[in-house]
């Protein structure tokens, strides 16, 4: 093992996804603060670099496509190996990062792939795992690096801002105004709230002077529309579900003051702008580690002995009644909303 010292060159692996790159920021910003003089690279898949792009903490952004060539990983490796890290911190913990980390100087956080297991196969429902953000401060304890609580965090540039400052002014929408972003996407069905519920939290804000925009992918874009179809005639509303790329939707979430989502990439992202947040978790629970962040935040959900009934969520509900989605009812996300109006944005 080497020394604090001999540290010069640091590789953080995550390969995906939204949430999870976004909980690693933490750790990158404490990094940073221990090894100021060091080189720290930051590997993901191509898709998800722009959430580390512009990150200060770090001096450079490998995407990785093993779509692009045939010997994408083998090739990966190779790079790896000429970069000569003296440490790299494994935060995802499959198959691939262990391939790239082998003949490295390595540490990793914990998994606990069999506790999961248990939560979710043996309703073993006193089992909770602690925050993935906090987990992954155990690949960096080695050398005493410790959370500075003090959030998550997505950086983007001007551009993004100039651009959805252009769509807001196209929309009638001035700096002024108070907003309520909506995100309607998941990766699940499980995860996935009801239409015309979400039109009826947007009419109650809309019909109190908010104005209702939707982020999200091209996936979302088909379901804000319907939403946005159901809602009473004059309360207008913008969708941006796969106009934006994902600093651009953190430039909606920074001009935000409320936030309705899912337990999906876009409850973190939207923290990482110190936003306050209200996520409708359905499927999965907090026993994971994967909720958002205490601060300004809540989540509605139901509790029932049959949740969490997946890891990430499935394609149906596996005892055919979905109760977990269904016992939400509108007004109980319109009176944690309103908890959370007024609120200062997260420090």
Same mark, same amino acid.
């Given at each position: 093992?080497?020394?604090?010292?001999?540290?010069?060159?640091?590789?953080?692996?995550?390969?995906?996804?939204?949430?999870?790159?976004?909980?690693?920021?933490?750790?990158?910003?404490?990094?940073?603060?221990?090894?100021?003089?060091?080189?720290?690279?930051?590997?993901?898949?191509?898709?998800?670099?722009?959430?580390?792009?512009?990150?200060?903490?770090?001096?450079?952004?490998?995407?990785?496509?093993?779509?692009?060539?045939?010997?994408?990983?083998?090739?990966?490796?190779?790079?790896?190996?000429?970069?000569?890290?003296?440490?790299?911190?494994?935060?995802?913990?499959?198959?691939?990062?262990?391939?790239?980390?082998?003949?490295?100087?390595?540490?990793?956080?914990?998994?606990?792939?069999?506790?999961?297991?248990?939560?979710?196969?043996?309703?073993?429902?006193?089992?909770?795992?602690?925050?993935?953000?906090?987990?992954?401060?155990?690949?960096?304890?080695?050398?005493?690096?410790?959370?500075?609580?003090?959030?998550?965090?997505?950086?983007?540039?001007?551009?993004?801002?100039? &651009?959805?400052?252009?769509?807001? #002014? =196209? *929309?009638? @929408?001035?700096?002024? %105004? /108070?907003?309520?972003?909506?995100?309607?996407? +998941?990766?699940?069905?499980?995860?996935?709230?009801?239409?015309?519920?979400?039109?009826?939290?947007?009419?109650?804000?809309?019909?109190?002077?908010?104005?209702?925009?939707?982020?999200?992918? &091209?996936?979302?874009?088909?379901? #804000? =529309? *319907?939403? @946005?179809?159901?809602? %009473? /005639?004059?309360?207008?509303?913008?969708?941006? +579900?796969?106009?934006?790329?994902?600093?651009?939707?953190?430039?909606?979430?920074?001009?935000?003051?409320?936030?309705?989502?899912?337990?999906?990439?876009?409850?973190?992202?939207?923290?990482?702008?110190?936003?306050?947040?209200?996520?409708?978790?359905?499927?999965?629970?907090?026993?994971?580690?994967?909720?958002?962040?205490?601060?300004?935040?809540?989540?509605?959900?139901?509790?029932?002995?049959?949740?969490?009934?997946?890891?990430?969520?499935?394609?149906?509900?596996?005892?055919?009644?979905?109760?977990?989605?269904?016992?939400?009812?509108?007004?109980?996300?319109?009176?944690?909303?309103?908890?959370?109006?007024?609120?200062?944005?997260?420090?």
């Amino acid at each position: 093992m080497p020394t604090p010292d001999q540290i010069k060159r640091i590789l953080v692996i995550r390969f995906s996804s939204i949430g999870d790159i976004i909980l690693t920021t933490p750790l990158l910003r404490c990094l940073r603060q221990q090894f100021p003089d060091a080189q720290i690279h930051f590997l993901t898949k191509v898709q998800f670099v722009d959430l580390i792009r512009h990150n200060p903490n770090i001096n450079e952004v490998i995407g990785f496509d093993s779509k692009k060539e045939k010997n994408a990983l083998s090739n990966l490796r190779k790079k790896l190996r000429e970069n000569n890290y003296d440490w790299v911190i494994d935060l995802h913990q499959n198959l691939r990062s262990l391939y790239l980390k082998r003949g490295f100087f390595s540490t990793s956080y914990p998994k606990h792939t069999f506790k999961r297991w248990l939560i979710t196969n043996l309703n073993q429902r006193n089992i909770y795992l602690s925050p993935i953000y906090e987990r992954y401060f155990e690949a960096v304890q080695t050398f005493g690096i410790r959370n500075d609580n003090l959030g998550t965090e997505v950086f983007f540039q001007k551009e993004n801002t100039e &651009k959805i400052q252009l769509l807001f #002014s =196209e *929309k009638g @929408i001035s700096p002024s %105004q /108070k907003i309520l972003t909506i995100c309607t996407g +998941a990766s699940a069905f499980t995860k996935r709230w009801f239409a015309e519920r979400f039109a009826e939290v947007a009419d109650h804000f809309a019909q109190k002077n908010y104005k209702i925009v939707f982020i999200g992918g &091209k996936e979302d874009h088909e379901t #804000s =529309e *319907k939403i @946005i179809n159901m809602m %009473q /005639k004059g309360n207008e509303s913008l969708n941006l +579900a796969g106009k934006c790329s994902l600093l651009d939707s953190a430039a909606v979430l920074q001009q935000s003051e409320i936030v309705l989502t899912h337990d999906t990439g876009m409850m973190h992202l939207a923290q990482s702008q110190k936003c306050p947040v209200v996520a409708i978790f359905g499927a999965t629970t907090r026993h994971f580690g994967f909720f958002p962040t205490p601060e300004k935040s809540i989540v509605v959900e139901k509790q029932l002995a049959c949740r969490p009934c997946s890891f990430h969520g499935g394609a149906v509900c596996p005892r055919g009644h979905f109760d977990c989605m269904k016992t939400i009812e509108a007004r109980e996300v319109i009176e944690s909303l309103e908890k959370l109006v007024g609120k200062s944005k997260i420090v």
